[in-house]
């Protein structure tokens, strides 16, 4: 196997008039010609054919190699790095592709299959990008590496730094990120800076800050990130055998994650390992949709105007704290992801987004808010006719359900509200209904105080009770009559 060597890839400004082209080791983060963002252009002309490609990949299943255990370095054929790079990993990726039939009724789709990135390392997509980039901060020698954050890429770059010896400060939006990922960063040793300001004006910062050499930005700006990222799409599609899925549907924020999936889709299309393209769908929350509120400009001007630009939305509100933003940067390579896979850009309501997230908890899955936007938005587009029912669907989660327990608890408990406080709206318009909420149930610690149509349904009389349990039911629900109506019916 010829490992991609170092000389052989490196940084390209992505914009068509300028197109400049700097080395691997040049700590840039955009263009210095024009401000472009930059991406890896890896030469792929030393690799094997594609199908030496997947036996490859396939036979690291087996192996215990550390960086065939990693699903992000399995697939290192796709990466920039040399065979001695000194790799930082926690043995992330190899998340799960579940089947979720009740989510898919819920669409109205036939199936639906769920990539859960919420079961990485540190509970989040963001592992997938970190273990490149600070991999890269390793390789430049960077001596402090930072980022600004809605939470989980604080988190998940506070745990790659720990694991490799650097000093990790991390800025995020004060009171807008939830408990647990706050004590993600805090436990792994992240020095949190909270600032007075929104995400956006936390990235702002920290793009200055990065202006010196010793600090090395991990946002999504940063190329090497999405090279981590773009393996997601080798293992989705591994996972599926190789074949298609008409539609890969993913949340979108700082639009880092949707340019990634496209990346990693057109190099396996490109290498001849899958013979075409899934639509790339990406969903935003209807409170911080520029990239939604983009496309639909796009697609309703008339005169195909072909360079459009993102307004940014100055106050984004949702209650999915994880895609609260309303600049984000890597939007340019999100719009090329999706033009090119002849995907869409939707926004969804957070009525849509709570009941999804509460629906996807019930094919026993969950995830954070963030990664509710992509069941709410295939609802939509089924209805819509913009997805058939019987076409093959996966949503992409990005968070693990823990995330963010106290949007859950409100939701279950019927006290979600939302923040638009500016509108004039009152607070029971604000309220989220909890159409599928399933409240604790406050008793008085004797039995008799347990209503029965709160207990578990028993078994269907005619049954024959699993035995191996049978004397644990007995003990907490069954009537003496109840026990023998069963024995005299095995009998
Ligand atoms: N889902 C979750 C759970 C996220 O944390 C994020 C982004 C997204 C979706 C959106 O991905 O930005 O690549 O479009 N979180 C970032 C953070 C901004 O700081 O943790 P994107």
């Given at each position: 196997m010829t490992p991609v060597s170092i000389d052989l890839a490196l940084q390209r400004c992505i914009e068509p008039d300028c197109g400049a082209r700097f080395g691997l080791n040049e700590q840039l983060y955009v263009c210095p010609h024009c401000g472009g963002l930059l991406e890896i252009e890896n030469e792929t002309n030393a690799l094997p054919d594609a199908e030496a490609l997947r036996r490859l990949w396939q036979s690291r299943?087996?192996?215990?190699d550390e960086r065939d255990r990693s699903g992000v370095w399995r697939y290192r054929e796709l990466l920039p790095f040399s065979e001695d790079a000194p790799i930082v990993s926690l043995a992330e990726g190899n998340t799960p592709l579940y089947d979720a039939p009740r989510a898919a009724r819920y669409c109205g789709l036939n199936a639906l299959q769920l990539k859960h990135q919420g079961c990485n390392p540190t509970g989040s997509f963001k592992d997938t990008g970190m273990t490149t980039a600070v991999t890269q901060a390793r390789i430049l020698g960077a001596r402090t590496v930072v980022c600004a954050s809605t939470g989980n890429t604080a988190a998940s770059l506070a745990a790659y730094a720990a694991r490799a010896g650097l000093k990790c400060a991390i800025l995020v939006p004060r009171g807008q990120v939830s408990h647990a990922k706050l004590a993600q960063s805090l436990d792994y040793g992240g020095v949190v800076l909270e600032i007075d300001g929104n995400f956006d004006d936390a990235m702002r910062i920290i793009r200055e800050l990065a202006e010196d050499e010793s600090i090395y930005l991990v946002n999504s700006i940063n190329p090497f990130r999405i090279e981590g990222q773009k393996t997601v799409a080798a293992e989705l599609l591994q996972q599926c055998a190789?074949?298609?899925?008409d539609h890969v549907v993913v949340p979108g924020g700082n639009l880092g994650n949707s340019a990634a999936f496209g990346k990693g889709f057109k190099e396996l299309f490109e290498l001849g390992i899958v013979d075409r393209l899934p639509r790339l769908q990406v969903i935003q929350a209807e409170g911080a949709a520029p990239f939604a509120q983009l496309f639909a400009r796009r697609e309703q001007d008339s005169t195909g105007d072909s360079s459009p630009t993102l307004i940014p939305v100055k106050h984004p509100q949702t209650l999915?704290?994880?895609?609260?933003?309303?600049?984000?940067?890597?939007w340019k390579k999100a719009l090329r992801a999706v033009t090119q896979t002849g995907g869409r850009v939707s926004s969804v309501s957070e009525q849509e987004i709570a009941d999804a997230k509460a629906i996807i908890g019930r094919d026993g899955i969950g995830c954070e808010p963030a990664s509710a936007t992509t069941v709410a938005g295939i609802k939509r587009m089924v209805n819509d006719g913009v997805?058939?029912?019987?076409e093959k669907v996966v949503a992409v989660l990005t968070g693990h359900l823990l995330k963010d327990a106290d949007y859950i608890i409100k939701y279950h408990q019927d006290s979600l509200y939302t923040h638009d406080r500016a509108s004039n709206r009152s607070k029971e318009e604000r309220r989220i209904a909890g159409t599928f909420s399933n409240p604790p149930v406050r008793v008085k610690a004797?039995?008799?105080?347990?209503?029965?149509?709160?207990?578990p349904s028993r078994f269907p009389r005619h049954a024959t009770p699993n035995p191996s349990s049978s004397a644990l039911c007995i003990g907490a629900y069954w009537s003496a009559f109840e026990i023998f109506q069963v024995l005299w019916q095995g009998a």
């Open positions: 299943l087996a192996s215990s190789w074949q298609v899925p999915a704290t994880a895609i609260k933003i309303g600049a984000p940067v890597s997805i058939d029912r019987a004797t039995r008799a105080a347990i209503p029965e149509a709160t207990l």
